[in-house]
């Protein structure tokens, strides 16, 4: 199994370019998350799908939309990029049984994006 | 105002030292994780807490859950080179029982 991939690992936009991350993940997995990292704020939830065909918001979601069209892939845009949109990104999955309040989370290797 | 405080936010020690890290909040908790993230990695999950009091080991590492529920720490003895890496705590959060909220880590480095 390859687990969580990420693609691409690096990209460098200009301001106003739109790009997609993709997200991969082989576990059947139903909940799928988008978190970006930044120093000394920990990672911060863009949005996250609970499965298929499903999405929501997440603590900070302007300036991206993210796709959840088959279950095993979940794909974040951004529409026009903003150096503020600068920083990695984190794809994760669970395997999201009810009632479990503590599912474990696993996370792909990270995007790293500059917007210049 | 971050749910999480996670201190120190820093820290650097020789080989073989012993060190804590805790992770704070003034909210209740039904259970809470800790991860390690090396560099250029995404971050993987070490133990789940889930009683007040609850004392977990992970070979060197020591996790404990505060009695109230309300904060956690992480003890690392005869500290490694390989133990090098942000350490985060993590909670659901109120928003639902499928979303995790994060600390701002600790970033530790072990000097050889």
């Known amino acids: 199994n390859a687990g969580v991939t990420q693609t691409p690992k690096f990209r460098v936009l200009k301001t106003g370019q739109s790009m997609t991350l993709l997200c991969a993940q082989d576990m059947n997995h139903e909940y799928m998350y988008w978190y970006r990292q930044d120093p000394g704020m920990g990672l911060r939830l863009i949005h996250y799908?609970?499965?298929?065909?499903?999405?929501a918001k997440g603590e900070v979601p302007d300036g991206y939309n993210v796709s959840r069209l088959k279950k095993q892939n979940f794909l974040l845009g951004l529409e026009s990029a903003a150096p503020s949109q600068t920083s990695v990104y984190f794809c994760?999955?669970?395997?999201?049984?009810?009632?479990?309040?503590?599912?474990?989370?696993?996370f792909g290797p990270g995007t790293r994006l500059t917007v210049l | 105002t971050q749910l999480l405080e996670q201190s120190p936010q820093f820290l650097s020690i020789q080989e073989g030292e012993n060190l804590t890290v805790y992770c704070n909040s003034s909210s209740v908790f039904s259970s809470l994780q800790w991860y390690r993230q090396e560099p250029g990695e995404g971050p993987v999950l070490l133990v789940t807490?889930?009683?007040?009091?609850e004392v977990k080991k992970l070979k060197r590492l020591t996790f404990q859950f505060g009695d109230a529920r309300k904060d956690s720490s992480l003890h690392i003895t005869a500290a490694q080179p390989g133990d090098t890496g942000l350490y985060l705590c993590?909670?659901?959060?109120?928003?639902?029982?499928?979303?995790?909220?994060f600390g701002t880590g600790t970033r530790l480095t072990i000097i050889p």
């Open positions: 994760a999955s669970s395997y999201g049984s009810s009632g479990v309040r503590t599912d474990t989370q696993y």
């Open positions: 993590a909670v659901i959060s109120n928003f639902g029982n499928e979303k995790l909220t």
């Open positions: 799908s609970v499965g298929e065909g499903t999405t």
């Open positions: 807490v889930v009683t007040g009091g």
